[in-house]
């Protein structure tokens, strides 16, 4: 069974301290991880695909990487408006479309 | 574009009700996947449609089900609902099953 866990559950930074939040994964057989950004009451919100370790993928201040074990989602002199929870998701190439989700990261940053 | 569109947003249905939500995926896009989203259990795939047929399924009862149209429409129904089926459900598009991008969301409670 396809599991996906993140750390930490919670993490406040002041703005402009970069941090990394971390997502372990296990699966038989890797199609994709995903990483995706959910605001309060509303549905998660695409960020990056990345299919095989050494893959890095980079948006303004969110930079992701992936290994064959876990991926890092680096933040870099992150905004308030980067407050969000960020989600963590695996595709396994045998059920194909299926998302696993990890429990998230809650992020605050503050001024 | 426009994006994912959900309806209704928010929903109140008593126990033993049938409750039938609608997903409008983006323009082109032929896979339509439904999440359910609690506090306790996170994000839980219920099944992907993909050009009117179901392609995958997670571990749900018999009680959800779902159907797509041709026009890549899809609904999902919940029959003989409990209270632990209030949730957020999430309904997410993709051109390939791949990328998924989800709606706004349907917050259903049961009382």
């Known amino acids: 069974e396809d599991q996906v866990t993140q750390s930490p559950e919670a993490l406040r930074l002041q703005e402009g301290e970069s941090s990394s939040l971390n997502c372990s994964y296990t699966?038989?057989?890797?199609?994709?991880l995903f990483w995706y950004r959910q605001d309060p009451g509303k549905g998660p919100e695409f960020l990056f695909t990345?299919?095989?370790a050494g893959e890095e993928k980079e948006k303004e201040r969110l930079k992701a990487t992936l290994t064959k074990k876990e991926s890092f989602l680096h933040i870099t002199a992150p905004k308030p408006e980067d407050s969000a929870t960020y989600l963590c998701?695996?595709?396994?190439?045998?059920?194909?479309?299926?998302?696993?989700f990890g429990t998230g990261t809650r992020l605050q940053v503050t001024l | 574009k426009a994006g994912v569109t959900q309806t209704p947003r928010y929903l109140i249905k008593t126990r033993g009700q049938q409750v039938t939500l609608s997903c409008s995926p983006i323009?082109?896009?032929?896979?339509v996947s439904w999440y359910q989203q609690t506090p306790g259990q996170g994000l839980q795939f219920l099944f992907e449609?993909?050009?009117?047929?179901?392609?995958n399924k997670g571990n749900f009862p018999g009680r959800f089900s779902g159907r797509q149209f041709s026009n890549s429409r899809s609904e999902m129904n919940v029959s003989t609902l409990e209270l632990g089926d209030s949730a957020l459900y999430l309904c997410?598009?993709?051109?390939?099953?791949?990328?998924?991008?989800f709606g706004p969301g349907t917050r259903l409670t049961v009382t």
């Open positions: 449609y993909f050009s009117e047929t179901q392609r």
């Open positions: 323009s082109g896009h032929r896979s």
């Open positions: 997410a598009s993709s051109a390939t099953g791949e990328e998924q991008y």
């Open positions: 699966v038989s057989g890797l199609r994709g």
């Open positions: 998701a695996v595709q396994n190439t045998g059920t194909a479309s299926k998302l696993t």
């Open positions: 990345l299919y095989s």
